[in-house]
Every structure is written in C-alpha cells, then in structure tokens.
C-alpha cells in the first residue's frame, strides 16, 4: 500500500468536511471509522458509490498548520481502489490515510 504519491496538497481558507455519509452509517461504530483524528490530522474516509454497484475508496486528509500559517492543508488521496462492499473501501481508505499521516511526519 503505498499511494503516497496519489493526491496533490492544496490550500484553503476554509476546513471542507465530508458529508457524503449514508444516514444510516451515521449513528452506527462504522461512522468513527469514516471521520477520526490521528496525530495532527483530520481523516474523512469514504466510498463512492457507482451506478455499477462498485465502492471507490477516498480520503480527504486536513492538517491545521498552526499560527504560523493562514491556511488548513487539504489532501484529497483520489479513487484509492474499488470495492464490492461499502465498508472495505472504507477500511482501505482509513489504512491509506493513517500510513500517508506517518510518511507525512517522517
């Protein structure tokens, strides 16, 4: 798993959060698993739902930078993989995100 280099930083003046989730997703233990904090970032996972029945793995991955900037750092992993099932491309999602956090830091 080492989609590192997929995505591009970019900045914005705004944090964009993730709304994509399914209702029903939203009050269940699967729901942390889609929006979490790790280390110094903020992780919105989701699978993208296709006409085909397939899910697309995303992750939208921000970082406040402190006082010593003006902007929040988004990065958008793009379609990581593609599933049969909603909550794999979650999971994968959320280990993508997690090991590009610890590459980041390194």
Sequence with gaps: MSGAVKGKWFYSSLVVTSACFAPALQN???????????????IDCTARHDPDGSYYAHA???RDPGEAAAHVEIFESGELDVFTIESDAVHC??????????EALA
């Design 60 to 62: 939208r991955i921000t």
């Design 93 to 102: 999602a959320r280990a993508w995100a997690i090991e590009w956090c610890d």
């Design 28 to 42: 269940s233990s699967f729901a942390a698993l889609m929006r979490f904090d790790y280390k110094t970032f903020h």
